[in-house]
């Protein structure tokens, strides 16, 4: 079955409020985009105006134990996504490797195509570090804490 990329697929940079979409490589994707990308990864980003992706990818190059989820990965790239930061772990590329499996926002993440990101995650040995639910929400952060100074 062909994935097509319609209105749903984010055409900007999100803001702090806004959502980027969440993709998975294809079985087609060209060899050296997947040996960049590394295995597992989590791929955030949106769509272009001239039919391409800006993508922002985490796949825990480094084994941090923070990282081991799938969903963490995907966190961790869509705040780099929305700070523009600097980076080697972003590119831009053809839509045609990649199928949009869902939304990530600041809010949480949105699976669409639960099917698909097993697929890719099976396919990565990962399989494990897969989202229980289709629908991740984020715990807000803690409130900063008081030092005595402040008293």
């Not at 079985?27 to 050296?32: M, P, R, Y």
């Amino acid at each position: 079955m062909s994935i097509t990329f319609g209105q749903d697929l984010p055409q900007e940079r999100p803001d702090a409020d806004g959502r980027g979409a969440l993709f998975v490589p294809k079985a087609d994707i060209k060899d050296e985009v997947l040996q960049t990308l590394r295995l597992g990864a989590a791929v955030v980003g949106f769509g272009n105006h001239d039919r391409s992706l800006t993508i922002y990818y985490e796949s825990n190059r480094f084994n941090e134990p923070t990282l081991a989820k799938w969903e963490n990965k995907a966190r961790k790239a869509y705040e780099r996504l929305v700070d523009n930061l600097p980076t080697t772990s972003k590119m831009q590329t053809k839509m045609e490797y990649f199928e949009q499996v869902g939304y990530i926002s600041g809010k949480g993440i949105t699976i669409r195509r639960m099917d698909s990101l097993k697929r890719w995650l099976a396919f990565s040995d990962a399989l494990a570090t897969c989202p229980e639910a289709e629908s991740v929400t984020w715990a807000p952060p803690a409130p900063p804490k008081k030092s005595t100074a402040d008293i």
